[in-house]
C-alpha cells in the first residue's frame, strides 16, 4: 500500500499517466517472451515502475502488481485546467498539492495552454465548469461600466 | 445274324426317307408353280387400275375444259349487255340534267329580280327614317353633352383638390420617414464607433496587464481562481 500512495504522488499529470500506462504494457508483454523481462525492467522502464515491480519476484506475482497499478490508475480524477502561462514544474507541484490536500488525494491534471485567456485559470471538474480569467472580468467590467467609462 | 438284321433295316429306313424327300420336292415345286401364277394376276390387276385412273383423268380434264368455255361465253355475253345499258343510260341522264339546269336558271334570274326590287325599297324606307330620327336625336345629343361637360368641370376641380391633398400627405410622410432613416443611421454610427472604441481600449488593457503579469502573478491567480472554485464547490 506504501508503493502505492508512493507511485499516486509521483504521477501529477495525464501525459505522466499515460507515459506509466505505456511502460505497464511494456512490461506485461515482456512477461510471456522469453530473455526479453531481464532487458525491459533494466532499461526501458522508470524508477518509479522499477521500485514499484521490486527485484526477483515471480512472473505470476509481477501480473498481479502490474493489474492492481492499472486499476489504481484507471481510478486517478482528473482536473481540467488552462493556463495563460507556459506551466513549469514547480507550478503543477504547488497546484497539485493544494487540489489533493482540499478537492481529493486522486487528483492529476490536464493542463493547456491558452495565453488569450490574460491570466486566470479555467477549472473543469466532474462537469463543473468554473472560468476565472482575467478575459472574463475585464469583459464584465467593460460590459457593466461601458457608459460610465464613455462618459469620463 | 445280326449284321444282315441291321443291313436291312438300314436300307429300309433308306427307301422310306427317299421316298418321304420325293414327297417334300413335289410339294415345293407345286406351291412355286401357284405362286407365279398368283403374281401374274396381281400385275394384270395393278395394270388394269392404272388405265381406269388415266381414263378418269382425262374425262374429268374434257369436262372442265367444257365448263371454262360456257362460263366464258356466258361472261361475255353479259359484259356486252351491260355496256349497252349504260349508253342508254348515259344519254338520257345528259338530257334530264341539261333541262334542269335551264329551269333552275331562270328560276334563280327571277328571284334576283326580286329580291333587288324588296332591297331598294327597304334602303328607301331605312333613308326616310334616319333623316327624321338624326333630327330629333341631334338635339338630345346637344343637351347630353351640355351636361356632360358640366359634370366633367365639377369632378376635375373635385380630383385636382384631392390629388393635391394626397400628394401633400404622400411628401410629409417620405419626409418624415428620410428623418427617421437618418436618425437610425446617425444612432447605428455612434454606436459602432463606441464599439470599436471599447474594443480598441479593451484590447489595450489586455495587451498591458498580459505583458505586466510575471509567473509570480500568474501563479497567484490561478490559485485565487482554484481557491474561489472550491469554495463556491467543485466537489
Known amino acids: ?30 512477461l510471456f517472451r522469453e530473455g526479453e523481462l531481464k ?46 502561462f507556459e506551466h513549469s514544474e514547480s507550478t ?14 486522486k487528483i492529476i491534471l490536464e493542463i493547456h495552454y491558452e495565453p488569450n485567456i490574460l491570466g486566470g485559470v479555467i477549472f473543469e471538474f ?21 457608459e460610465k467609462l464613455f462618459t469620463l | 445274324m445280326a449284321e444282315i438284321f441291321l443291313t436291312y433295316t438300314l436300307l429300309t429306313s433308306i427307301f422310306l426317307l427317299s421316298g418321304v424327300l420325293i414327297i417334300v420336292v413335289q410339294y415345293l415345286f407345286n406351291s412355286l408353280k401357284k405362286n407365279h401364277m398368283y403374281q401374274k394376276d396381281i400385275d394384270r390387276i395393278s395394270k388394269d387400275i392404272l388405265n381406269h385412273n388415266q381414263e378418269m383423268i382425262d374425262h374429268a380434264r374434257l369436262k372442265a375444259q367444257e365448263i371454262i368455255a360456257t362460263a366464258s361465253e356466258k361472261a361475255n355475253e353479259i359484259i356486252s349487255n351491260t355496256e349497252t345499258f349504260s349508253a342508254d343510260i348515259q344519254m338520257s341522264t345528259d338530257q334530264v340534267v341539261s333541262e334542269i339546269k335551264e329551269s333552275q336558271k331562270q328560276e334563280f334570274n327571277k328571284a334576283r329580280d326580286l329580291l333587288l326590287n324588296q332591297y331598294k325599297t327597304f334602303l328607301e324606307e331605312i333613308y326616310k327614317d334616319n333623316i327624321n330620327l338624326f333630327k330629333s336625336v341631334s338635339k338630345d345629343i346637344e343637351e347630353a353633352a351640355v351636361s356632360e361637360i358640366k359634370s366633367f368641370r365639377s369632378v376635375l376641380e373635385k380630383e385636382t383638390l ?6 401633400g400627405e404622400k411628401i410629409e410622410g417620405e419626409y418624415r420617414q428620410a428623418e427617421q432613416e437618418i436618425e437610425d443611421f446617425k444612432n447605428k454610427e455612434l454606436a459602432r464607433l463606441h464599439d470599436n472604441f471599447y474594443k480598441i481600449t479593451q484590447r489595450a488593457i489586455e495587451l498591458a496587464i498580459g505583458k505586466s503579469l510575471d509567473r509570480g502573478l500568474h501563479e497567484d491567480l490561478v490559485m485565487d481562481g482554484l481557491k474561489e472554485a472550491i469554495e463556491k464547490g467543485a466537489d
Request: charged fraction near 35%; aromatic fraction near 6%.
Open chain 1, 1 to 30: 500500500m506504501q508503493n502505492y500512495s508512493k507511485i499516486i504522488e509521483l504521477i501529477k499529470t495525464v501525459e505522466e499517466r499515460n507515459e506509466l500506462y505505456s511502460e505497464i504494457d511494456l512490461v506485461s508483454q515482456a
Open chain 2, 162 to 167: 384631392e390629388s393635391q391633398k394626397i400628394v
Open chain 1, 92 to 105: 503543477v507541484d504547488k497546484i497539485i498539492a493544494y487540489l489533493r490536500k482540499n478537492l481529493s488525494e
Open chain 1, 39 to 84: 532487458n525491459v525492467l533494466e532499461n526501458q522502464i522508470s524508477i518509479v515502475l522499477k521500485d514499484y515491480i521490486g527485484e526477483g519476484n515471480a512472473r505470476e506475482l509481477i501480473s498481479d502488481k502490474l493489474s492492481e497499478l492499472k486499476k489504481l490508475l484507471d481510478g486517478l480524477e482528473i482536473v481540467k485546467l488552462n493556463l495563460a
Open chain 1, 126 to 146: 466532474k462537469g463543473i465548469y468554473r472560468d476565472y480569467t482575467l478575459k472574463t472580468k475585464l469583459e464584465e467590467v467593460f460590459k457593466n461600466k461601458k
